[in-house]
């Protein structure tokens, strides 16, 4: 069973930062790649950045410099550092598979940027 729990969003004013976490089913986090993704109000849900099991990164031009992925095998967790946010990089953020995400989507974890 696929299990996706996102958590860590919440309200930041400009420039501030945000650590985002992604427990993920055991299964599921020791054999893929995975990626945190986010969907702007009235926009299509975007690939923000990536990570393969090994390690390696992969980040959108929007926030690289800014945004930090990185995970723990042994909690099974993803998170996304994101510092010097942008009232841009508000939506709600979703972790899952990368770069091919399952259908299946968590909660989601709502980042809102505003002064």
């Known amino acids: 069973q696929v299990q996706l729990v996102e958590s860590g969003g919440g309200l930041v004013q400009p420039g501030g930062s945000l650590r985002l976490s992604c427990a993920a089913s055991?299964?599921?986090?020791?054999?893929?790649?995975m990626g945190w993704y986010r969907q702007a109000p009235g926009k299509q849900r975007e690939l923000v950045a990536g990570?393969?099991?090994?390690?390696?990164?992969n980040y959108i031009d929007s926030v690289k410099g800014r945004f930090t992925i990185s995970r723990d095998h042994a909690k099974n967790t993803v998170y996304l550092q994101m510092s010097s946010l942008k009232t841009e990089d508000t939506a709600v953020y979703y972790c899952?598979?990368?770069?091919?995400?399952?259908?299946?989507w968590g909660q989601g974890t709502q980042v809102t940027v505003s002064s």
């Open positions: 899952n598979v990368y770069p091919i995400p399952y259908d299946y």
């Open positions: 055991g299964n599921l986090f020791s054999i893929h790649a």
């Open positions: 990570i393969t099991s090994g390690g390696s990164t």
